[in-house]
């Protein structure tokens, strides 16, 4: 039990700072070779912090777990708006500026419903995760098309302060190669002590994805929301958890049906998702702000915090609190 939950904090270290080393790789190699920063944050920068989330989901569905693969992608996104940016909006409330965003959250409202549409028999099969992650790469394309249209945005100001300059290419390829391959050890070895865990306790793999591992490869984005709120960076803070959510609910999502079609856990479709649509509804109000600009305010940011505390006791008392 000592060396499993020694295997799921050395995973998530790892997770973490190999991310990091991965996205600064990859996103000073476009650099260096005249990609738009525009381009690489809504890209590069996207696909390397949903990084752990996609790898977590192929081993948890390879290992026979596509319950846990299900729970991260769903949990992420509960995560990712209800602590994340309830946190940051606590910390340092975000306005919102980028005509960017605002134009991907409809989008991510379309993804969610197509999510649901396909998983409505309560099964996640090939043909779902084929559609599911064949979309994303259709949104991607939209929405760079339609960010590189739309001129100069405050994000793209943003993105150009942030992204890694100068750094010479065998460094950044150093980096690159690095940090993919630390992802994918220090996801397996998240995997495999998070499953003995599971185990040892009989909790179903769905809980340990949706509390354990949907917190734990969420800590990127907490971080890099906060430090971008202290920054004045607003955009970037919520543009990393919309951008996150579009690929946990089209890629992560889609990955597990892909790998191991199976029936979807029990709790899924009556607890889970109603809980992501409530709570993407409530950041799509907050962030348009029909009545001013938008902005997460400290209460709303307050409401979301204490949304992600009762979800995670309804988790406990329901699943984990019957073991």
Not at 89 to 114: C, G, N
Not at 189 to 203: E, M, P, R, Y
Request: with cysteine.
């Amino acid at each position: 039990m000592l060396i499993d939950c020694l295997a799921i904090v050395a995973g998530f270290v790892l997770l973490i700072w190999s991310a990091d080393r991965f996205i600064s790789g990859a996103a000073a190699v476009a650099d260096n070779m005249q990609v738009s920063p525009l381009i690489i944050g809504l890209t590069i920068v996207g696909f390397g912090t949903s990084a752990p989330e996609m790898l977590v989901a192929v081993f948890a569905a390879t290992s026979g777990n596509p319950g846990m693969a299900v729970g991260n992608a769903l949990g992420s996104n509960i995560t990712n708006i209800a602590l994340v940016l309830g946190v940051t909006a606590l910390i340092m409330p975000i306005d919102v500026h980028s005509r960017i965003i605002k134009k991907e959250l409809p989008l991510l409202m379309l993804a969610m419903l197509l999510m649901l549409v396909l998983i409505m028999d309560n099964n996640l099969n090939r043909t779902d995760g084929i559609l599911l992650t064949g979309s994303l790469v259709l949104l991607m394309w939209w929405i760079t098309r339609q960010a590189i249209l739309s001129g100069e945005d405050n994000l793209t100001r943003e993105l150009q302060q942030e992204l890694p300059h100068n750094m010479p290419m065998p460094r950044a390829l150093f980096w690159l190669v690095v940090g993919m391959a630390l992802l994918l050890a220090s996801s397996k070895l998240l995997v495999w002590g998070a499953v003995n865990i599971a185990t040892a306790f009989g909790i179903s793999d769905l809980v340990i994805g949706l509390t354990i591992i949907a917190v734990g490869t969420s800590l990127p984005e907490l971080a890099a929301s906060i430090a971008s709120a202290f920054k004045g960076e607003h955009d970037i803070a919520l543009g990393n958890v919309v951008g996150s959510n579009l690929f946990n609910t089209l890629a992560v999502l889609g990955i597990p049906g892909i790998l191991s079609p199976s029936e979807l856990p029990q709790g899924v479709l009556e607890r889970d998702i109603p809980v992501m649509f409530i709570l993407t509804i409530a950041l799509f109000i907050m962030a348009y702000g029909f009545r001013g600009p938008g902005r997460i305010n400290r209460f709303e940011g307050l409401v979301l915090t204490c949304g992600f505390i009762a979800y995670q006791a309804t988790l406990y008392f329901t699943t984990m609190g019957s073991v």
